[in-house]
C-alpha cells in the first residue's frame, strides 16, 4: 500500500510539475501588450484637434513617466535634469553613461535635441488604480538618448517652456510627454559613428515569438490603442496584406537604400542581434483623382517609400522632382513652379495600393476622401527646406491616420509590414 501511495504520490506531482512548467512555457511565449494612450495636445486651446499617442515608461527603476510613441522616431530620447523639484523627484533611476553629449537629432516639427547615450533596463507600463502595473521590461541595459540639450531654431519660447517644465515638474514635450519614444527600425549613430540608439521594442525579450510588434490605434472616437511586442504564429496568419520592409544603410539617412560598400548597412540591434530597416518601411503606389473612375487627368505614381508614423498628426506627401502634386488638386497652392505646397482640395480620392507577399492574400487597396480634418481626411503636399531636419523627399507620410483603417505589423525578425483591417 506504501509503496502504490508512494506512486500515486509520485504521478501527481509529476502532473503538477508537468503542468507549472506547461504554464510558464506559455507564459514566456505570451506577447507583452502595453496600452497607449490617445492625446489631443490641442485640447482646450481653441485650436482643430491633434493628436499623438503616449507609452507609460520606467528608466532604470525609477517611476513611469508618459513619452511620445512614435513610429517615425529613430531611438529613444527622454528629458533628463539632475534637479528636478521636490514635488517631482527624479524618474531616472540606476544608468551608465556611454558617451557624453554624443547624440543629435532633429524633426520635422523643429524639436532639436543633444543627448547623452547611455544604457539603462527600461520598463513599459499600465495604469493600474492609482498607480502602474509593470508589462515587460528588457533583460539587460538598453542605449537611451538622454537629453541635455533642446532647441528650436524657428520658436524660441518653445525652449524657454521645456526648460520651465523640467524646472517645475512637468512634462516638457507638447505639455504631455517626457520624450519621444520613438519605434522607427533604424539608428541615429553617435558623433563617432561607434554606437547608436535605436528602438527599444526589437530589444525586449521575444521568447519563442517572432521578433516585432503590432500597433493598433482604431477609429479616433472609440480608440483604445495598444502596442503589443512579441507577435504570436496565430496572430501573424491574421495579417494576410503584407508587404516587404526597405533596407537602409548609414549614407543614407534612414531613407531606402540598397546597403553596399559606398553606404554600408547600420549595425544590427545590439540586443537581439535584428536587422535595421529604413524609415520609408515600404513601397506603395499613389494615385488621386476626382470622382470614382478616372477621366485621365489624375495623378498615379509607382514604388513611392511609406512611412508609417504615429508621431505624425499630418498625413503629408514630401515632394520631389519625381512625384509632386498638381496644383488643381490643392485648395491655395503656393508656389511658382512644380512642386506646388497645400492641402488636397475636398473630395479628392487618394489610393494607396501594393500586392501582398502572403499567397491568397488581400493586397493593399486603401482609398480616402480627402477633406480638412487632421488625422482623418487632411491631406498635405509639401517640399522640404534646408530647416535642419531630414532631406530626402520624394515619399509619403501617412501619419497616424492609417493607424485608424488598420493594424500595423512590424515584422522586425522577416522584414515585413502587414497591415489588417479595423472595424469601423
Not at 88 to 112: C, F, H, M, P, R
Not at 117 to 132: E, I, K
Not at 195 to 209: D, E, I, K, M, R
Not at 236 to 249: K, V
Request: overall charge negative; proline content about 8%; charged content about 15%.
Amino acid at each position: 500500500m506504501a509503496d502504490n501511495a508512494n506512486s500515486k504520490n509520485l504521478c501527481s506531482l509529476l502532473i503538477v510539475s508537468a503542468g507549472l512548467l506547461a504554464a510558464q512555457v506559455a507564459q514566456a511565449d505570451a506577447p507583452c501588450v502595453v496600452p497607449l494612450k490617445l492625446i489631443d495636445i490641442n485640447a482646450g486651446s481653441g485650436k482643430p484637434p491633434e493628436y499623438k499617442l503616449g507609452i507609460h515608461v520606467g528608466l532604470g527603476g525609477g517611476a513611469p513617466q508618459l513619452y511620445e510613441f512614435d513610429t517615425g522616431g529613430p531611438g529613444f530620447w527622454a528629458a533628463y535634469t539632475p534637479t528636478p523639484p521636490k514635488n517631482k523627484e527624479q524618474w531616472w533611476g540606476n544608468y551608465e553613461t556611454v558617451q557624453t553629449d554624443a547624440l543629435s537629432i532633429a524633426y520635422t516639427s523643429g524639436n532639436e535635441y543633444t543627448a547623452n547615450l547611455v544604457d539603462t533596463v527600461v520598463a513599459l507600463y499600465r495604469p493600474q488604480g492609482s498607480g502602474f502595473a509593470k508589462q515587460c521590461e528588457s533583460a539587460a541595459p538598453v542605449g537611451v538618448a538622454q537629453i541635455t540639450a533642446f532647441a528650436d531654431k524657428k520658436k524660441p519660447k518653445k525652449v524657454k517652456a521645456w526648460y520651465k517644465a523640467l524646472a517645475t515638474g512637468k512634462p516638457p514635450l507638447f505639455g504631455h510627454f517626457y520624450g519621444d519614444f520613438g519605434a522607427a527600425l533604424f539608428p541615429i549613430m553617435t558623433a563617432d559613428k561607434s554606437a547608436g540608439v535605436y528602438s527599444v521594442l526589437p530589444q525586449l525579450p521575444q521568447t519563442g515569438l517572432t521578433n516585432g510588434f503590432i500597433v493598433h490605434v482604431g477609429p479616433l472616437g472609440k480608440s483604445k490603442p495598444t502596442l503589443t511586442i512579441g507577435i504570436a504564429d496565430e496572430e501573424l496568419a491574421t495579417f494576410t496584406t503584407q508587404l516587404p520592409m526597405n533596407p537602409t544603410c548609414v549614407d543614407a539617412g534612414g531613407a531606402p537604400e540598397a546597403p553596399s560598400s559606398a553606404c554600408p548597412p547600420y549595425p544590427n540591434f545590439p540586443v537581439g542581434d535584428m536587422p535595421t530597416w529604413s524609415e520609408q518601411i515600404t513601397y506603395a503606389n499613389l494615385s488621386w483623382e476626382y470622382g470614382k473612375s478616372s477621366d485621365g487627368n489624375g495623378q498615379a505614381f509607382s514604388n513611392v517609400g511609406l512611412t508609417l508614423d504615429t508621431g505624425a498628426p499630418a498625413t503629408t506627401i514630401w515632394q520631389n522632382d519625381d512625384l509632386y502634386v498638381d496644383s488643381r488638386f490643392l485648395r491655395n497652392p503656393e508656389g511658382s513652379t512644380v512642386p506646388y505646397t497645400g492641402d488636397f482640395k475636398p473630395k479628392v480620392r487618394l489610393t494607396i495600393s501594393a500586392a501582398t507577399m502572403v499567397p491568397g492574400g488581400h493586397d493593399l487597396d486603401f482609398y480616402l476622401l480627402t477633406g480638412q480634418k487632421a488625422t482623418v481626411n487632411q491631406v498635405s503636399a509639401s517640399v522640404r527646406g534646408n530647416d535642419g531636419g531630414p532631406t530626402w523627399s520624394g515619399y509619403m507620410n501617412t501619419g497616424l491616420m492609417l493607424y485608424t483603417y488598420y493594424d500595423v505589423m512590424f515584422d522586425v525578425e522577416h522584414g515585413v509590414v502587414g497591415f489588417r483591417p479595423v472595424k469601423r
